[in-house]
């Protein structure tokens, strides 16, 4: 937002407050990764902005798959602030692909290829997708785990209520949308106390 704004540099002090921390944190925690800065003057907003972006892997494109194209996952590949963060949807698979093509394609304003989830290996290999997307009803969401796997996408977002197993050398990030809002109904409920 500094940048958008056309600020050139930036204080541990204003960032700290932007965090919620404290100016000697910022610091500390940079430093665990490098020189950034300048003593007395700060830091320079572009070149720390792709210092971290290095730091995070988000100098590059990742490359997505979504399994599953019913309201959530429909949403996701509908969604355009993926291509603003590098990320990039390269394949939708769906156990009926004729059945959503037309309402994706309606939104989308260009036909979409969904395809079924029974070629994802070949489709992950040919289009090098780093991530898939999990949005199945959960009675599915381990059988999609093994396909990708199988398929060796390394990076797995899964948004289905069920803890899913996968082998040493994947990654699993669960977005239980219930846990999130049980989180601010408890922080309220404390607020009301």
Same mark, same amino acid.
């Given at each position: 937002?500094?940048?958008?704004?056309?600020?050139?540099?930036?204080?541990?002090?204003?960032?700290?407050?932007?965090?919620?921390?404290?100016?000697?944190?910022?610091?500390?925690?940079?430093?665990?990764?490098?020189?950034?800065?300048?003593?007395?003057?700060?830091?320079?907003?572009?070149?720390?902005?792709?210092?971290?972006?290095?730091?995070?892997?988000?100098?590059?494109?990742?490359?997505?798959?979504?399994?599953?194209?019913?309201?959530?996952?429909?949403?996701?590949?509908?969604?355009?602030?993926?291509?603003? $963060?590098?990320? %990039? &949807?390269?394949? /939708?698979?769906?156990?009926? *692909?004729?059945?959503?093509?037309?309402? #994706?394609?309606? =939104?989308?304003?260009?036909?979409?290829?969904?395809?079924?989830?029974?070629?994802?290996?070949?489709?992950? $290999?040919?289009? %090098? &997708?780093?991530? /898939?997307?999990?949005?199945? *009803?959960?009675?599915?969401?381990?059988? #999609?785990?093994? =396909?990708?796997?199988?398929?060796?996408?390394?990076?797995?977002?899964?948004?289905?209520?069920?803890?899913? $197993?996968?082998? %040493?050398?994947?990654?699993?990030?669960?977005?239980?949308?219930?846990?999130?809002?049980?989180? #601010?109904?408890?922080?309220?409920?404390?607020?009301?106390?």
């Amino acid at each position: 937002m500094l940048e958008e704004k056309g600020e050139v540099v930036v204080s541990s002090a204003q960032l700290a407050y932007a965090c919620g921390v404290n100016a000697a944190q910022v610091r500390k925690d940079l430093a665990y990764f490098g020189e950034f800065g300048i003593r007395g003057v700060g830091y320079y907003i572009k070149d720390l902005y792709d210092d971290i972006k290095n730091i995070l892997g988000l100098n590059r494109e990742w490359r997505m798959a979504i399994i599953g194209i019913g309201n959530l996952g429909a949403s996701l590949l509908l969604y355009k602030d993926f291509l603003k $963060k590098n990320y %990039k &949807i390269v394949a /939708a698979f769906d156990i009926d *692909p004729s059945g959503v093509v037309g309402r #994706v394609s309606e =939104k989308m304003g260009k036909p979409v290829e969904i395809l079924h989830p029974d070629r994802l290996k070949d489709v992950a $290999k040919e289009r %090098k &997708i780093d991530i /898939a997307i999990i949005t199945t *009803p959960a009675s599915e969401a381990q059988k #999609v785990a093994d =396909k990708i796997v199988e398929a060796n996408i390394k990076g797995i977002l899964n948004f289905t209520p069920v803890q899913i $197993k996968v082998p %040493k050398g994947f990654v699993v990030k669960n977005v239980y949308f219930t846990n999130v809002l049980d989180n #601010v109904a408890y922080l309220l409920h404390l607020k009301r106390r």
